[in-house]
């Protein structure tokens, strides 16, 4: 763990990204077996929110203890976009009670680890 | 999965279309990001790829409504913005590679989606294969 300072690296974004691919397979599984978003998915939707906005708080933290990201429009834009995700997903996940919105949980909480690692990249300066 | 069905879906926002329309919503907040930050910082180093994204970023969020409106002009848009972005991803994708001197920074369309899974050149595929399963006849 080079984590050197930044905040949206290491356990917390790992935490993320583990909780937000259970929830993936979770809702993959399903959607397969021809079921609509249960509790558990949305709960896991909820609580991937929760370590998002802890994901946020943190890089607030370092913000204010004098830290900035490498990149910061791209950081900031990745960071307003991923606390997104989880609600989008739930909003949409209701709106298709059906092993579709299984599916699109699914589809969105694959794309949150991505958007997560490239949050962590737009962190650090990667010489460009 | 002895799904019979007797009726085809005729509308485009429900069922596996919801999917399409989420993952169109998920690349109209991608490329839009991008290419409001490309021009807002860096607009004179690759007007051209900075610009593409723009186009794209609008045709995701065009399409994206037009599936959701489910009418016959929410088809028509549809249709047309799944054709454009298949002829840009697969123009842009083929440019891309032929000449990479016109492209100094990627567009969501370089070397067809490749930064983002390949998904930008599967999507309007299946958004035109969408569009004639749920076609009225």
């Given at each position: 763990?080079?984590?050197?300072?930044?905040?949206?690296?290491?356990?917390?974004?790992?935490?993320?990204?583990?909780?937000?691919?259970?929830?993936?397979?979770?809702a993959l599984v399903a959607a397969l077996r021809h079921r609509a978003p249960d509790r558990i998915q949305l709960i896991g939707l909820a609580v991937l929110e929760l370590v998002l906005l802890g994901l946020a708080v943190l890089a607030g933290v370092a913000l204010a203890g004098g830290e900035r990201p490498g990149e910061p429009g791209a950081f900031f834009g990745y960071l307003a976009t991923l606390v997104c995700l989880p609600p989008l997903a739930g909003v949409l996940a209701r709106m298709e009670p059906t092993r579709?919105?299984?599916?699109?949980?699914?589809?969105v909480c694959l794309v949150t680890p991505v958007v997560v690692v490239r949050l962590g990249q737009t962190w650090e300066v990667l010489g460009g | 999965m002895a799904e019979v069905r007797t009726e085809r879906p005729t509308r485009t926002n429900a069922g596996p279309g919801r999917l399409l329309i989420a993952v169109y919503l998920l690349f109209a907040i991608a490329a839009t990001s991008r290419a409001a930050l490309q021009i807002a910082t860096r607009f004179d180093e690759a007007p051209l790829a900075?610009?593409?994204?723009?186009?794209?970023?609008?045709?995701?969020?065009?399409?994206?409504?037009g599936l959701g409106r489910?009418?016959?002009?929410?088809?028509?848009?549809a249709l047309a913005c799944c054709t454009v972005e298949l002829v840009g991803v697969l123009g842009v994708g083929a440019f891309s590679l032929a000449?990479?001197?016109?492209?100094?920074?990627?567009?969501?369309?370089?070397?067809?989606?490749?930064?983002?899974?390949?998904?930008?050149?599967v999507l309007p595929v299946l958004g035109l294969a969408w569009l004639w399963f749920t076609r009225r006849r």
């Open positions: 763990m080079s984590a050197a300072g930044s905040p949206v690296d290491g356990v917390p974004a790992g935490a993320a990204i583990v909780l937000s691919l259970l929830v993936a397979a979770w579709w919105g299984s599916a699109i949980v699914c589809a | 900075y610009l593409l994204s723009a186009l794209a970023a609008v045709v995701y969020i065009v399409a994206a409504v489910a009418g016959h002009a929410g088809r028509r848009v000449r990479p001197d016109l492209f100094p920074d990627e567009t969501v369309w370089s070397g067809f989606g490749s930064g983002y899974g390949y998904i930008p050149v």
